[in-house]
């Protein structure tokens, strides 16, 4: 990379297109706003000393070398060992993967149509679900295609209410598999449709009363639950555990100081509100382990995140930004499957 007369914003720059990414990727890995990438670049203002380290180590360089104190030495990566392939540097592109919780209907709605359209096509053209008559049961396309719609409904239905969901899928699945299995000389026990309707009364009654629980507050924890909260929350030494899922709510965190957590969420719409803190301890560390769902972590603008996520099939944004001058830093370590989250400077 050329570097004669460059400016630190130039480096910048190089070295992020270098690496394949955007300004809203590099602002996320660092954890400031893409604005605040484009100021660095434009060289209209200069990242703080505290976040040099970490955009050095994501853009793969050293501090020194960033700030142009040492030439940037070229980086290689060997794909592989055949010689006739040529050399390939470590400008190759990533590829960042999001995931948007809200559409998980629409996916959901898309796999059940594959799989119905799967099975016309078998239909069609191979041995694979045949019509078949005996004394018990007559099977044609539609014998197939119901179990489906069953569980593409409960597909549907599982992020907003699990147990709802999970019982539809068991029994379209169990169904369509014990119909499939038939003209084989297979039989499996049928469902009569008594069971498929205690089974679904069941599982909407478990999740009217699962409704009804009441979160259980640590010290210093204020707890607000919308609909189907299970939530154990406890603070203790200004450190906070929380156990959320299957529901929505907001923990307020009430102490001023805080040396770190943990949050595991699982199905559900969470808000942790750390606005109330004055002190972040330091090397302060928020885990964050979350599948299926959406979380926000409200922060105060006098602290500056800095991430290390894991995101499979998942996103990871922010809103506002932290004050120029924010001299506290939370790192928060997040691994995220099949979900949101989000950090919101207020």
């Not at 434009?42 to 360089?61: F, K, M, Q």
């Not at 010689?83 to 999001?98: N, T």
């Amino acid at each position: 990379m050329e570097q004669t007369n460059q400016t630190l914003g130039k480096r910048i720059a190089a070295l992020r297109k270098e690496k394949g990414m955007t300004q809203e990727q590099l602002a996320e890995k660092v954890g400031v706003s893409a604005q605040a990438v484009s100021k660095w670049e434009n060289d209209a203002s200069c990242p703080d000393i505290t976040l040099l380290p970490l955009l050095g180590d994501i853009l793969g360089v050293s501090v020194d070398e960033l700030l142009g104190v040492k030439p940037i030495e070229p980086h290689v990566i060997i794909i592989d060992k055949d010689e006739s392939a040529p050399a390939r540097s470590s400008g190759s592109k990533k590829f960042h993967w999001e995931w948007d919780a809200g559409k998980w209907p629409t996916i959901a709605v898309c796999i059940g149509l594959i799989l119905v359209c799967l099975v016309f096509l078998l239909r069609s053209f191979t041995p694979l679900f045949p019509d078949y008559e005996s004394k018990e049961i007559t099977l044609g396309a539609w014998s197939y295609i119901w179990p489906l719609l069953v569980f593409t409904f409960g597909l549907i239905s599982v992020r907003s209410g699990v147990l709802f969901g999970s019982a539809l899928m068991a029994v379209g699945g169990y169904e369509f598999v014990r119909r499939m299995l038939i003209p084989r000389g297979t039989s499996l026990p049928g469902v009569p449709w008594y069971v498929i309707v205690l089974v679904i009364a069941i599982a909407l009654l478990v999740r009217t009363i699962v409704r009804e629980i009441r979160p259980h507050g640590g010290r210093n924890a204020t707890v607000r639950f919308d609909r189907s909260p299970v939530m154990n929350v406890l603070q203790e030494n200004d450190f906070l555990e929380a156990e959320l899922g299957f529901g929505s709510g907001t923990i307020v965190y009430d102490s001023e100081r805080f040396t770190g957590g943990t949050v595991e969420m699982n199905f559900g719409e969470y808000v942790i509100d750390l606005t109330n803190v004055k002190t972040f301890t330091q090397n302060c560390v928020l885990k964050v382990d979350q599948s299926f769902g959406r979380l926000t972590v409200i922060v105060p603008k006098s602290v500056r995140i800095v991430k290390s996520a894991d995101m499979k099939f998942a996103s990871n944004s922010a809103s506002g930004e932290p004050d120029p001058n924010a001299a506290q830093t939370l790192i928060m370590e997040s691994d995220v499957n099949f979900g949101a989250l989000q950090i919101e400077y207020r």
